[in-house]
DNA sequence: GAAACATTTTAGATCGATCTAAGTGACGTG
DNA sequence: CACGTCACTTAGATCGATCTAAAATGTTTC
């Protein structure tokens, strides 16, 4: 009794081999499913191991063959459900290449993310995939690749050097403008919120160039708190200004979720007296009344591309680097009217 | 150059002692900390690993002793923003003591649960966070404490032989319940879907519990559709019986979310025609207009208990099993009024 | 100057897998 | 019957850390 308590010692690939009369060698080779071993001798292996109850130690075959079988994902954020859906299409490729993903959250702080990244090299991860925090400088591309650690950029980048999956956020941007056009909106504004970064900076520049090449103003951006409820509460930002807009393109689902709101407590008809349009889609999304018309992103379509895009790269360190962008889709709802 | 090319083996803790002139064995010490080492020869061993741009290597340390600084984390679904929320509060816990977080979604289904678990002990995690699929049958806990592996679970609990970490449900039914009968409220309709698990029944007891010690009919319990956007569909349900009820307790946000758009698309108006209460408060049902009174369960909170008392668990597995249950917070907004 | 002691340092075994290179038999062939 | 082939099987080195037990060094004491 007391001997079986201390002989707490997980059971081994030798353990195994032992019961099975074959050696260490023959009991990894049926492991790893080689042709090599015959059937009989690979039917006894296996036997062995379940009656021993064997459990693979991939910590111990990680330190011979170059593979953790772990990838890391990192993120700014885990309560903003787009993220959450990111990660929900990450951890669906990741999990089904027979992988496991370290999730970890940045908080957009630069040294945070240095931190985590460090850490998972310490662990030994076969890439990962980065949202890069905010004002990361792109000099950490250089510090990656002189790692070289595989990694793929999502939604944001920082250099050409590294694979990216993003939304096309131009488009997006232009499908969301053009929309608003056709209805005759002329002053259209874009509430932004949040640090700046790539996919800021992408839309912003996507809003100017489709505003400009209809020949509309693309000058009034109004920049709203981080969190939700707050942007409720500024939503009449909106309106402080001498021309006032009849219709607003919000950066995210948390500027369309925090100004739908808004404006319904200042007693607003969405649709009719300004139209809203959202950003990225989220599932919640779809409860807001009125209906959002939207731009979808589709995260959790990025969160498998960016995945996918990760276990080719680790595959074949050598391919050259590529951008994928995700098209956006326009879902016309309630939320968008003629001015008045 | 080509030489160096194919020397594209990482820096070791040898690398580090042979340039610092020491032994592996005081490398090793210096990279733990030890008081035993002289001054001197620590700054000397810190900055050879500097110059060399040292990695530690955790899983070659594992091997040794027994700690992999990998947690497991294995939830239902990832796109459910209460689970993120959750997750959240993990991952920030976690992440403080140092560790790393293996995020996996089962889908509820108990296969998929069992592959996870046993890939998670494959990567020698040091414990895991559960919240059990549905269904999940009571014996695996006697498994679980057969490969004497720490285990957490979070919101659902399949045994008392493991610690638990939940919300309130009971008192938070009470609190709704007591509310909407302090309004006038009699007949109280319980709008559930989704899978039958411990957390399920515990809040139709509740419910039925609460009803019962105010002399209230206890049997209108409705049942919707899983999908957001189905649910909001199926608003009829409340209305397809012989005594309709004036007012509806929501089974979780989704409920809540799907409810209080399909009443809207109805034409009625929350709080006058009906009255709605929502449960499990997640950051985006505050923008739902009217505001909806609500039960907060504070998910990011279980999360941050979970990972506590999981640290706790892997120091001591001796303690006995635990069970812990976060207090429900009632907060009242505008979807509820007298019933007419 | 030897013994006793404290302070540092180290050689070598070890954890649990994989990989290389070599070793068995059994069988067919010239 | 020696030899090459084929189909398996295996001993032993190896990955990069930790740990034990012992050695080297310096200090004090008698």
Redesign the pocket.
């Known amino acids: 009794m007391s001997s079986e308590e201390r002989k707490k010692?997980?059971?081994?690939?030798?353990?195994?081999?032992r019961h099975a009369?074959?050696?260490?060698?023959?009991?990894?080779?049926v492991?790893?499913k080689?042709?090599?071993?015959?059937?009989?001798?690979?039917m006894r292996v296996e036997e062995a191991m379940r009656d021993l109850g064997?459990?693979?130690?991939i910590?111990?075959?990680?330190?011979?063959?170059e593979r953790s079988q772990i990838i890391g994902a990192i993120v700014p954020n885990l309560t903003n459900p787009f993220f959450a859906e990111l990660l929900s299409g990450i951890e669906e490729i990741i999990g089904a290449t027979g992988k496991v993903v370290i999730l970890a959250k940045s908080g957009d702080r630069v040294e945070q993310q240095e931190m985590l990244l460090r850490r998972m090299r310490e662990h030994g991860v076969d890439g990962v995939i980065l949202c890069p925090a905010a004002h990361t400088e792109s000099t950490l591309s250089e510090q990656i690749t002189a790692w070289d650690m595989p990694v793929v950029q999502v939604l944001r980048h920082i250099s050409f050097d590294m694979d990216y999956v993003g939304a096309d956020y131009a488009t997006g941007m232009r499908q969301a403008v053009d929309y608003l056009a056709s209805l005759g909106h002329e002053r259209i504004a874009f509430a932004v919120h949040g640090p700046v970064h790539s996919a800021y900076q992408e839309r912003v520049d996507g809003f100017r160039d489709a505003m400009l090449s209809r020949g509309l103003d693309p000058s009034i951006l109004i920049r709203f708190p981080t969190q939700l409820g707050e942007i409720a509460k500024a939503t009449h930002l909106l309106f402080d200004r001498a021309i006032r807009p009849t219709a607003v393109i919000c950066f995210n689902h948390l500027v369309a979720l925090g100004l739908s709101a808004g404006l319904q407590d200042c007693g607003l008809t969405i649709g009719r007296d300004l139209s809203l349009i959202g950003f990225d889609d989220v599932a919640d999304a779809e409860a807001i009344r009125p209906r959002l018309t939207s731009v979808s992103t589709g995260p959790v379509a990025i969160g498998e591309m960016a995945a996918r895009l990760l276990v080719e790269r680790i595959a074949d360190p050598a391919l050259p680097p590529r951008r994928l962008v995700n098209d956006t889709t326009l879902h016309i709802r309630q939320s968008c009217g003629r001015p008045n």
Do not use: C, K, M
Request: net charge positive.
């Open positions: 010692t997980r059971v081994t690939l030798l353990d195994v081999a009369n074959v050696s260490r060698a023959t009991a990894s080779l492991l790893r080689s042709p090599l071993v015959g059937s009989e001798t690979r064997y459990v693979y130690n910590g111990a075959a990680r330190l011979r063959v």
